[in-house]
């Protein structure tokens, strides 16, 4: 064989490899790259495995090293994409870093941290450490704005006028499922009914602190307090106490009032001030109501805000109807409804009309001082039953009094950031439609493919 024949068959056989050689060259400069970039699509109905921007904001706010570490269930699906959530935090500030641990693969650094199961976050700051207990978006993005904070801003529950218990009483108690295959037991915490634990924990949840403020001591209190709830009070409020609030409110202070039908409450004065009257009497909805009670006023299309930005629907048992001053408003209030009835409410004795339930009262930093510093907000509901125990948890009643306490404190972060769940995409079809379905698909395409055929045959023959 000739030299020079060999040369040219290596030749060959190189001009064939070399394209296959250069397609592996650069898969593997992509897997380098994208081993270095994080990248992903995320195609979920409801951006499980997305950050809202909100969130993202809060991340990058962060100044000073975080360390955050995932204490989950290697088998646990919703846990393993809990930690590539905390991943993209990482993403978005380095001073954020994440570590995710097994506490069966490693028991003794889960005892060091006080973990004793899988679900939980443990964040440290400097000497500042605190534990959570949740995997979902909300938990993560308050934890971080609660371990950046020096201090936690306080929610003051006023008490001493009948209003509902802060502190009510909670038990255990054991539900059992009989199944054909299993049995299985739960643990669940029942909640004392007309009460406001499960508010004060969730507020809790995204990082203020709460507490309790008797009678006559609402003087001394207020100074310490970011907002002040009084949650349904049935006796009036004395004197000072109402006179504190009222200037409080008045120097800039945030004010959030649950009042019931017909109660006397003593606060009459602090409503003047911001152009809100509570007509007497109880409301009743035909129009739109809970279940089968008109007397339960159910709302699903609220006002334009940014406190109600994707509220599910909440409804108001035993609701006082609200009426801001209209053209009559002292100087510089401006009075937003939040949450209406419809136009078929009314109140006993009255025509149908359409009445407020939730109203938001501001205050323009020019009519409020002279330096126009001070922005005085009062956000009143005629109703407290719907933030208790009882209906706290249902549909968004409890998003509903969250987002209102958020709003006055000013932490709008935490307004659109709900828990968001994994959710089977269905197509819900009218009988009409299921009816063209039917026919199209069983019927009509099958006959076609059948005269098809049999056109097919004729030819053919």
């Known amino acids: 064989m000739m030299p020079g024949t060999s040369w040219r068959r290596a030749g060959k056989r190189l001009s064939l490899w070399l394209p296959v050689l250069a397609v592996a060259a650069l898969l593997l400069a992509l897997n380098l790259w994208a081993a270095r970039n994080l990248g992903r699509m995320d195609l979920t109905a409801q951006r499980l495995y997305s950050l809202a921007p909100e969130s993202v904001e809060v991340a990058r706010q962060v100044k000073q090293p975080v360390t955050?570490?995932?204490?989950?269930?290697?088998?646990?699906?919703?846990?393993?994409?809990?930690?590539?959530l905390l991943r993209q935090y990482e993403h978005a500030n380095p001073l954020i870093r994440v570590r995710g641990v097994d506490p069966a693969l490693r028991p003794a650094e889960a005892r060091e941290a006080g973990i004793q199961f899988a679900g939980s976050a443990v964040l440290a700051a400097d000497s500042?450490?605190?534990?959570?207990?949740?995997?979902?978006?909300?938990?993560?993005?308050?934890?971080?704005?609660?371990?950046s904070q020096r201090g936690a801003q306080t929610v003051c529950f006023t008490q001493g006028h009948r209003e509902a218990a802060l502190d009510s009483l909670t038990s255990l108690d054991d539900l059992e499922d009989h199944g054909d295959d299993e049995n299985l037991v739960a643990r669940v915490e029942v909640h004392e009914q007309h009460g406001m634990a499960m508010a004060r924990n969730a507020l809790q949840t995204l990082g203020?602190?709460?507490?309790?403020?008797?009678?006559?001591?609402?003087?001394?209190?207020?100074?310490?307090?970011?907002?002040?709830?009084a949650a349904g009070p049935r006796t009036p409020f004395g004197d000072d106490d109402a006179q504190a609030l009222r200037g409080w409110t008045a120097a800039g202070g945030k004010t959030l009032l649950l009042l019931e039908p017909d109660t006397p409450h003593g606060l009459d004065a602090l409503l003047g001030d911001f152009g809100i009257a509570?007509?007497?009497?109880?409301?009743?909805?035909?129009?739109?109501?809970?279940?089968?009670?008109?007397?339960?006023?159910?709302?699903?299309?609220?006002?334009?805000?940014?406190?109600?930005?994707?509220?599910?629907?909440?409804?108001?048992p035993g609701a006082a109807g609200l009426e801001p001053a209209g053209d009559s408003l002292p100087k510089g209030v401006v009075v937003t409804p939040l949450a209406q009835t419809s136009g078929?409410?009314?109140?006993?004795?009255?025509?149908?009309?359409?009445?407020?339930?939730?109203?938001?009262?501001?205050?323009?930093?020019?009519?409020?001082?002279?330096?126009?510093?001070?922005?005085?907000?009062?956000?009143?509901?005629?109703?407290?039953?719907?933030?208790?125990?009882?209906?706290?948890?249902?549909?968004?009643?409890?998003?509903?009094?969250?987002?209102?306490v958020t709003l006055l404190a000013g932490?709008?972060?935490?307004?659109?950031l709900r828990p968001r769940h994994y959710e089977g995409r269905r197509v819900e079809l009218t009988n009409r439609?299921?009816?063209?379905?039917?026919?199209?698909?069983?019927?009509?395409?099958?006959?076609?493919?059948?005269m098809t055929g049999l056109l097919l045959w004729w030819r053919r023959r």
């Open 68 to 84: 955050v570490t995932w204490f989950y269930d290697l088998r646990n699906k919703s846990m393993v994409d809990a930690l590539e």
């Open 128 to 147: 500042r450490r605190l534990t959570i207990n949740g995997g979902t978006e909300t938990d993560f993005t308050n934890a971080l704005l609660r371990i």
């Open 208 to 229: 203020f602190a709460t507490r309790g403020v008797n009678a006559g001591s609402l003087t001394q209190a207020l100074p310490a307090c970011a907002v002040v709830v």
């Open 278 to 316: 509570r007509p007497p009497g109880a409301l009743a909805d035909p129009g739109s109501h809970y279940r089968n009670d008109p007397g339960s006023p159910a709302v699903s299309d609220y006002t334009r805000h940014k406190m109600t930005r994707g509220l599910p629907l909440s409804f108001f």
């Open 344 to 404: 078929q409410a009314h109140l006993p004795g009255q025509p149908a009309a359409r009445y407020t339930l939730i109203a938001l009262a501001t205050r323009n930093a020019q009519a409020a001082s002279a330096d126009g510093t001070a922005h005085p907000a009062l956000l009143v509901a005629g109703d407290s039953d719907f933030a208790t125990n009882r209906h706290f948890a249902t549909l968004g009643n409890g998003a509903l009094f969250t987002s209102a």
């Open 411 to 416: 932490q709008d972060a935490l307004l659109t």
């Open 433 to 450: 439609q299921m009816r063209v379905v039917f026919w199209t698909s069983t019927v009509a395409l099958p006959l076609l493919a059948l």
